[in-house]
């Protein structure tokens, strides 16, 4: 298109875009829409763009000139506004007048006979209607005078509908006497002729509904109905229907529930567990039965059904929640197994009634019964019974109720959900499943109680004790996942906080059992396998050989706790699974909650959603879980196989108190271990600190010659003491390369004594990942496997760990132990620390204890009280104030 050049063409061609830069794109180059050529000429393009320009500038100009004139039309026609309007309300003011004056002229046009005629008409209706109705007054109270004799009449001529009519009738005149001294006395009369006509009704009806007919019980429901007794005669109906119901229920006598444990069998010959599915299969056929009688009797058969179950239940003596308690009693420690059997039996039997509700929801309308009531009078006409309003089914748990309307009153009945039984039928259990993470601990205790029996009864060897470590650990990890079915069977997932936490005490105890027996077993000489494959290679060492099994069985017992933690870790992982699925299930009931309940029956996911269960700390828990799970597991694809795996960081562990339990047994399996690595060591050094060397006089500096002359010596060599400890300490090495290959040295190394994180981290030559102890905050594996870590590394934290264990013993044990130094024992206890220093060193050890002692220990006498006396002697150091004594300084 050409470039417009008028300003009607410009805002024409800009009010047909929306964009701005398509307008002038389309504007500048019409020609090069379909074809645009290799080189554009930026001089043609120039010249569009000032036209563009120029005649953009000419519109603008164009379009203020005209919005300046229609400004100027609106300011010179508001005041021309006003006038009209003044002048239209002249307008209206003349017509009203016009109007008025019509009005008028037509009343003076009837004359004034006519119009007094029409007033007496008006007058004589309303004094007509007044006296009909004081007719039908006085009609009511007449027939209040014969009332109970016309009722009683009806009653011993067994005509009941009759009399209920009539009664029904002198109710609704009831309102006439309405704050009059007459309402009490006619309203107790009306309640006395009802109780009469109910009595006279209840002997019928009762053999009527053990008779099962449907006729006579439909015509006795409309004649309570028309009483405002309808809930007298579903109490009459229930109770005569659930008799054989109840009767089974409180007959039976059963060994598990009404009985103490250890009592006699007084003639019980079934357990609950036995009897409970007999009960259910009763109550199913009863129910069965009933859905076709009450069908056709009631105008809402499946809010009468509801009721009927629940105060069947209701009814039951003794109550269902004393059984479930006398139940749980009785088998103690493993109730809740037992429990979850029961329950699983009442969920079976609310999945039965669903089904008899679900064939109630289809019912046709017309297959409804009708309720007109015929009376056998020849001279009578029919009396009807209006019809039962009857409302649509809901399935929303906040469904108001319902009511019958049955002549003029309005009778309210169960709510049409039928969720009042589900209700009744699961609360009995509720207590339980509240109380679920106590009786789940108290399962597995029981069980492991169990489990451990045998091992107490036959002793063990403790050589075998790492085995049946890994065995047992076996049954209670089975125990474990058994407990993830418990949960979900028996709280839906709701009681995912008390099975984590019954868990990782369960856990822990199992562990610790284990700990304090690792501590408390001697490791004599006849439990232990002398034979050891380092005899040979090390038989230069001090270790006797009880010493070298004993090494061996913590070696084992280290093997065994990393196997048990691999499992721990992959049982851990099973369980964060679990609560993902749940935290699913809680997502989906949560948007769909009736496609996709968290229970069975819809009561059951009600009464669990209410309960103390489904907490803050629950959310929180499938919260935190669901989110790691998510941010560790990127979507599926087929080329991730392809990429390498992305690190994330490791999620927070669930089972935080069996990891610490798990740590604390490899940290006594690693004491005991290094205690038997330094036992030759110890024995050393038994003697040391009673060595007569501490208190020789002579100066160890120089000596006297004949004429009396002191000669410079050389410097004083160590003692045969530290020269043996020296000895052991460049043995280790050895020691570890004999065990290098065992991957048991590797497991747990950050809970060595005197080994934390930043100095394993150090340690590392390669930068490999070093396994920590985890903390509630820190975000760390509790151990890795330990063929990641190189073996050079695991030396080397086992060799640290081992010289400053035994400085730590030298400097606090031995050392202060030396009563008193001489000068010439100072200078024999410098040199031993000097040497044995170095020999630490060598071991890529630094103690600053040991500096510390041989530092104080090298000073003279006026050096040292020249330290002591610029320093109180209560904030002097430990180990200044220990030598200071020694030496007499202070």
């Known amino acids: 298109m050409a470039i417009p050049t008028s300003t009607n063409q410009v805002v024409e061609s800009l009010e047909q875009y929306d964009d701005v830069l398509s307008w002038i794109n389309d504007t500048l180059a019409p020609d090069y829409t379909d074809n645009l050529p290799e080189v554009i000429d930026l001089s043609e393009i120039d010249h569009q763009i000032t036209q563009l320009l120029t005649t953009l500038d000419i519109a603008s100009e164009d379009t203020s000139m005209e919005l300046e004139r229609i400004v100027d039309d609106v300011s010179r026609g508001i005041p021309r506004l006003t006038y009209d309007l003044h002048f239209m309300k002249d307008g209206a003011s003349t017509l009203q007048n016009a109007l008025l004056g019509v009005l008028q002229r037509s009343k003076d046009a009837v004359p004034k006979e006519t119009s007094d005629a029409l007033d007496n008409l008006h007058h004589l209706d309303a004094i ?130 009404d009985r103490l444990p250890g009592a006699a069998n007084d003639g019980a010959t079934q357990t609950f567990a036995e009897f409970l599915p007999k009960f259910y299969a009763n109550f199913t056929t009863v129910l069965g039965i009933e859905r076709i009688s009450i069908t056709a009797i009631f105008p809402d058969p499946i809010s009468t059904l509801s009721q009927f179950i629940s105060t069947t239940i209701t009814a039951l003596q003794p109550t269902v929640p004393q059984r479930l308690a006398s139940y749980a009693t009785y088998h103690g420690e493993a109730a809740l197994v037992h429990l979850i059997s029961a329950l699983q039996a009442t969920e079976e039997f609310a999945s039965s009634i669903e089904k008899i509700m679900e064939k109630l929801r289809y019912l046709a309308p017309a297959s409804m019964p ?41 009778a309210p009945i169960a709510p049409a959900d039928g969720i009042e039984w589900d209700q009744e039928l699961f609360q009995p259990f509720l207590n339980f499943q509240t109380d679920y993470g106590s009786l789940e601990r108290r399962l597995l205790d029981y069980s492991l109680l169990n489990i451990i029996s045998s091992d107490t009864k036959d002793k063990v060897a403790m050589s075998d004790k790492p085995r049946l470590f890994r065995e047992r650990a076996v049954d209670i990890f089975g125990l474990a996942e058994a407990s993830i079915r418990r949960c979900k069977s028996f709280t839906c997932g709701y009681g995912s906080v008390g099975l984590l936490q019954a868990l990782d005490g369960f856990f822990q105890s199992f562990i ?46 280290l093997s065994s706790a990393r196997a048990v933690s691999d499992r721990l870790n992959a049982f851990e992982a099973k369980l964060r699974a679990y609560f993902c699925q749940v935290a699913a299930q809680f997502r989906l009931s949560l948007t769909d909650p009736s496609n996709f309940p968290m229970a069975s029956s819809k009561g059951e996911s009600q009464l669990l959603e209410q309960s103390t269960l489904n907490s803050a700390e629950l959310h929180s828990l499938l919260s935190t879980v669901e989110n790691e799970g998510t941010s560790r597991e990127p979507p599926f694809s087929a080329s991730l196989r392809l990429q390498p795996p992305t690190p994330v960081s490791t999620p927070e562990p669930l089972l935080v108190d069996a990891k610490k339990a798990l740590s604390l047994f490899a940290q006594t399996c690693q004491t005991s271990t290094s205690k038997t690595i330094l036992s030759p060591l110890h024995n050393h050094l038994i003697e040391y600190a009673s060595s007569p060397s501490w208190r020789s006089t002579s100066d160890p500096t120089s000596a006297l010659s004949s004429s009396d002359l002191r000669v410079p010596t050389f410097s004083l060599s160590h003692s045969d003491i530290i020269q043996r400890v020296a000895e052991g300490l460049l043995n280790l090495p050895r020691l ?48 890795m496997k330990p063929s990641i870590i190189d073996p ?34 100072a200078a024999q206890l410098a040199s031993d620390l000097e040497y044995l220093s170095n020999i630490i060193r060598a071991l890529n050890v630094e103690h600053d204890g040991l500096e510390k002692w041989k530092i104080y220990a090298s000073m003279d006498t006026e050096e040292g009280k020249k330290v002591v006396n610029e320093n109180k002697f209560d904030t002097l150091d430990p180990v200044l104030a220990r030598v200071a004594k020694m030496r007499g300084w202070q």
């Open 792 to 825: 050079e590394v695991v030396s080397s934290a086992w060799l640290t760990s081992l010289g400053h264990t035994f400085l730590e013993y030298f400097t606090s044990d031995v050392l202060p132990a030396i009563p008193s130094l001489s000068i010439a024992g």
């Open 370 to 410: 009708s309720t007109q009531i015929s009376i056998s009078s020849a001279d009578k006409p029919q009396i009807h019974r209006r019809r039962s309003s009857r409302m649509s089914i809901s399935l929303r748990l906040n469904q108001h109720r319902i009511s019958s309307t049955i002549g003029s009153n309005n």
């Open 736 to 783: 570890f390369e004999v065990y290098a290959d065992d991957d048991a040295l590797a497991f747990s190394l950050d809970t060595l004594p005197h080994i934390g994180a930043e100095l394993l981290h150090s340690l590392s030559e390669y930068g490999h990942e070093i396994p920590t102890q985890p903390s509630h905050r820190r975000r760390s594996s509790v151990f």
């Open 128 to 257: 007509k209607g007044r006296m009909e109705a004081a007719r039908e007054v006085l009609r009511e109270a007449e027939s209040w005078s014969t009332l109970e004799h016309e009722v009683t009449s009806l009653i011993q001529e067994k005509t009941y509908a009759k009399a209920a009519e009539r009664l029904s009738e002198a109710s609704r005149s009831m309102v006439i006497f309405q704050n009059t001294p007459e309402y009490d006395p006619r309203r107790t009369l009306m309640v006395n002729l009802q109780n009469q006509l109910e009595a006279a009704l209840s002997t019928a009806l009762v053999s009527a509904i053990n008779a099962q007919d449907s006729a006579s019980c439909r015509e006795y429901f409309a004649i309570f109905s028309i009483i405002q007794r309808e809930s007298e005669f579903r109490n009459y109906y229930y109770g005569s229907r659930r008799s054989a119901v109840v009767s089974l229920w409180q007959t039976a006598f059963l060994l598990d529930c």
């Open 512 to 557: 610790d059992m284990w700990t304090a027996d690792v501590q408390t077993e001697s490791f004599n000489q006849s439990s232990l396998d002398k034979a050891s494959a380092s005899d040979n290679e090390l038989s230069d060492l001090d270790y006797t050989p009880q010493d070298w099994s004993t090494i061996q069985l913590s070696l084992h017992l």
